[in-house]
């Protein structure tokens, strides 16, 4: 227990590795030993009776099992209306209990080295058995191409091995009995009888529907699409490997139906924001439980909100130290069924990451090596020096300041009035945006393995910069490796991966998207003849490059590790148990330079130059013990699982803030500070422990039923509160499995699926039902004063979210044409929300729960077809459409809250509520808004009545790929129906100084005037409500508009190089295009981030090359 201890706790990222790694090696070696097993005569191994029983021979073959190292293989029907066997309370030998049971069975056994016992009939004749020789061949498709990856395996036993990269194999047999199946995902399985073949050659033929072949990850337990009673989304890794994105989440937008997926900056690493079938919880986030190798991990980030950068906020995900090319699969749990064994974390959807593994077969060696570069796709029309000057002198001069425009002492308010150059011009967007974005990735792996011990290890390494002016980067290394064994009777196995990330973020503080669309097109020249920031005067203070004096440096440290050890007790009984282990570590460090402000300001390093630092980690620890029960009897199939839950994490967070410095040159070291200041010092601790249960049942693959259940406890809740029951029941009919349906040659698959059931949230953080306090920096005889930072709620209770779903599963013409429909209703309730309290409590808000209810209903539809699919060529399109609906079902008495003006019953959680605009009054050139009340004032209570909401109406996905000999072509549209902010939201009218698009220089200018834009102004009208027109117009339905779109999300195009071309190695070079082109109506940028804050995402092109050798 003590090194378990230390384990958990190292400081060190790499001491966690090592120790990780030396304890997964050790148990690694013992497994090797456990499997290694001598030679043993039959007659002098004893079977202990422990009381007088009647067994079934297959019960004795389980018995015999139990307590020897002997398998047996035989036909599952062979003894069935047997006789069954009397035994006594003793102890027998082996050969005797065997003659005993098989005394009325005419068989013929055959023992081989691996203390494997074949049983055939007697009337069948079983050739004398030889010592194992080897087979070895070759897998291609029809056209002759190579297929690697194919399980090459000997039927009945649990020997396999992978071919290799040219399709190559080689395989030990026992007897020229033995029959070899070869199995590949998107192609039809094959038998081949040995016999006397020591070669086989064999072309696989593409099949059409992977309904069984594919194995689904549920979590702890696994199925096939054919027969999962719940809905399970799976994107494999041909779908991410190749498209250039640093976060898996980038790679599955607008591929799952169910699934919204919004990236919230172009900037690398950037982040993204996920929601699966829509907003739960009114306070809750909607972040799904994420969940890699087993392990949870955390998609919050450790960034300290008081310190951040600004470009930081829409920039860390976590989930950025996963490589996608490391990933095998990522699955998708969406209804009740799938999810509710995961109870309480499971109610925004379960994201399960499942990372690449070794195959058995020859050492293979492949490198992955791209480069892409990526452009701002759009830029904005904005004014002109000479549009822009003409509507700022006329704002001037319509607010009664034209007169002051000769006065040097007012050059001050206009500069790029009177100071700056007249004629002069500068795209801004070009300047500060325009630039390219190289990304630069290489990876490379090695993997093989014997039968029962298979490894690869995979390293990579990636730079991407930016398109901003200076050399501004994200470099990201990764190291994966894994490693698999079970031991030679099959009974013990053993698997160990382990996941690290370094990452460096070197990026400006703040995005200089925002000033590309708003400076002055006549601003001066951002560097001096000496190279010196251009301050012009102390005119110029919104310098884009005051920014490069301002480091911001991030980095972040990563580790995932899992121990997956399992046992067969008997043939259908086995005991296994996950350990899980992740630690994130992140600093950073932001620096505020005083000649990084305009010397007008009067600042020098000693009283104007700042730096903060965050110092964070994260630790995170969970055991899973778990049984599970396998058991058949005359076509009734029954599965059992138990297991529990233990989990801990813990986090750090330390951050100060020194001012004052010598030099500014000192500025990186806190020590020099002449005053340091701890914001933040936070240590909290979360436990987490469930019990939970799986009880599946399967009648002749028709009847299919799936009960889960788990318990929950939490530490964020207090005595009494602490425990939630959560579970679901889910079920499934396969109607073509009934006889009037059977061997229709048009109708292949039908399944009707439904389930019910219940899970839960804690997302409110930690220690909210107790009084917490914090050191202030307050001092008290000089010492830090404790202050009120949260007070008590002793009552706080889970939320819960109650999740129907009905589906419909159909497939043609042998699965050529495949459709899955679902329909689901979700309701969350026990809503914990905070409630708002007076100011003279000191506190803003204390949480709570309510009795409002939230619901979620909505339709998805899946298609997959295979077009055509000849000789040589095959074309297959997959479609995904998803129509949500979000609704306040429940909120008793939210007219007298607080939330009235957020949030109304039978309306979207995402409505907002706006000002009615009534466009530009022709005689005053002002904005004008309907008054609601009629008391002659526009005000944001009584007059924001209207509402507009952007739950999308509609989103999904659109792909095809053509596939001829050794060129593929797959293209994918993203596409979705929705609202989105335009360029009113700014808050900017004409005259301002900040540019504004063409559009708005259609303004007012005299009365009589019909326009769509107001008169202008300099925005120095303080008397009357002109400078809040802007605003007001900003949050009125005429700042939303339509921002739906078609996007060609993603192109790529791959050709595998002949081996005569290729010096023999399996080699493919790719280009890859993301974002080409959108169609949408959308003209104030980008429709997916509709954000002028922020960079949106890029046009890429990509160069890859594959090696395997």
Known sequence: MKNQTNWASPKSVGNKLLLLTMKGYLLFFCALAMGMNTDKVLSQQMVVIATDQVLTVDEVFDLIMEQTDYNFIYQVDLFKGKPKVELKKGKIKVDKLLQLSLADSPVILDLTDSNTIFIQPQTMSLPQRQQDFVVTGKVTNLDGVPLSGVTVRIKNMNRGVATDFNGDFKIMVPDESSVLVFTSIGYRSQEISVGKLRTVNISLEESVSELDEVVLNAGYYKTSQRKATGNIARIDKKTIENQPVNNPLGALQGYVSGVDIRQTTGVPGGGFEIEIRGRNFINGGTNPLFIVDGVPFSSESLEATRVGSQINQANVSPLNALNPQDIESIEILKEADATAIYGSRGANGVV????????????????????????????????????????????????????????????????????????????????????????????????????????????????????????????????????????????????????????????????????????????????????????????????????????????????????????????????????????????????????????????????????????????????????????????????????STFQQETTEQFVQRGRGFASNQLIQNIAAAETVEIVDDIDSEYNYQAFFGRLNLNWKDRYIVNLTGRRDGSSRFGPGKQFGNFGAVGAAWIFSNENFLKDNPTFNFGKIRASYGTTGSDNIGNYKFLDTYTTSNEQYNGINIMEPSGIFNPILAWEENKKLEFGLELGFFKDRLVLNTSWYRNRSSNQLIGIPLAATTGFGSLEGNFDAVVQNTGFELDLNTVNVQGKGFRWTTSFNITVPKNELLKFDDIENSTFANRYEVGKSLNIRYLFRSLGVNPETGLYEFEDFNNDGLTDRTNDRQVTRDFTPDLYGGLGNTLRYKNLSLDFFFQFKKQLGYNYYRDQNLPGYPRNLPVDFYDRWQEPGDIAPYPRATAGLDFSGDLPYVGGYQATSDAAVTDASFIRLRNVLLTYRIPKGFSLGLDASVYLQGQNLLTITGYRFGDPEQTSFNYLPPLRQFTLGLNLNF
Not at 578 to 590: A, K, M, Q, V
Not at 602 to 616: A, E, K, P
Request: charge should be negative; hydrophobic fraction near 30%; glycine fraction near 8%.
């Open 352 to 643: 399960l990451i499942t990372t690449r593994k070794g195959k058995a077969g020859k050492t293979q060696f492949t490198a992955n090596l791209s480069t892409s570069l990526g452009k701002v796709s759009q830029f904005r029309n904005l004014m002109t020096t000479d549009q822009f000057l003409e509507v700022r002198r006329e704002g001037a001069v319509q607010d009664g300041y034209g007169s002051f425009l000769e006065d040097p002492a007012f050059d001050f308010f206009w500069p790029d009035i009177t100071v700056w150059g007249q004629d002069r011009y500068t795209d801004w967007q070009k300047e500060l945006i325009g630039g390219t974005a190289f990304r630069n990735n290489v990876q490379l792996s090695i993997s093989g393995g014997s039968d029962q011990t298979q490894f690869l290890i995979s390293g990579a390494h990636q730079k991407q910069t930016t398109v901003f002016p200076g050399d501004s980067n994200y470099k990201k290394t990764t190291v994966h490796s894994n490693v698999n064994h079970q031991s030679k009777d099959g009974r013990f196995s053993l698997n160990f991966s382990t996941n690290y990330a370094i990452e460096n973020n070197d990026l400006l503080r703040q995005d200089p998207t925002s000033l590309a669309y708003s400076l002055p097109p006549n601003a001066p020249a951002v560097y001096d003849e000496e190279g010196n920031i251009n301050w012009e005067n102390n005119t110029f203070r919104d310098n884009p490059m005051a920014q490069m004096l301002r480091d911001y440096q991030v980095q972040t440290k990563t580790l995932i590790a899992n121990l997956g050890v399992s046992y067969r007790l008997l043939s259908s009984l086995e005991f296994k148990t996950n350990l899980g282990y992740n630690n994130s570590e992140y600093g950073s460090f932001n620096t505020f330079p005083h000649d990084s402000r305009s010397p007008g300001d009067g600042y020098t390093s000693r009283t104007g130059s700042i730096i903060d630092l965050n110092t964070s980690a994260r630790d995170s620890w969970i055991v899973e013990p778990q049984i599970n029960w396998m058991q058949e009897w005359n076509g009734l199939k029954l599965d059992v699982l138990v297991g």
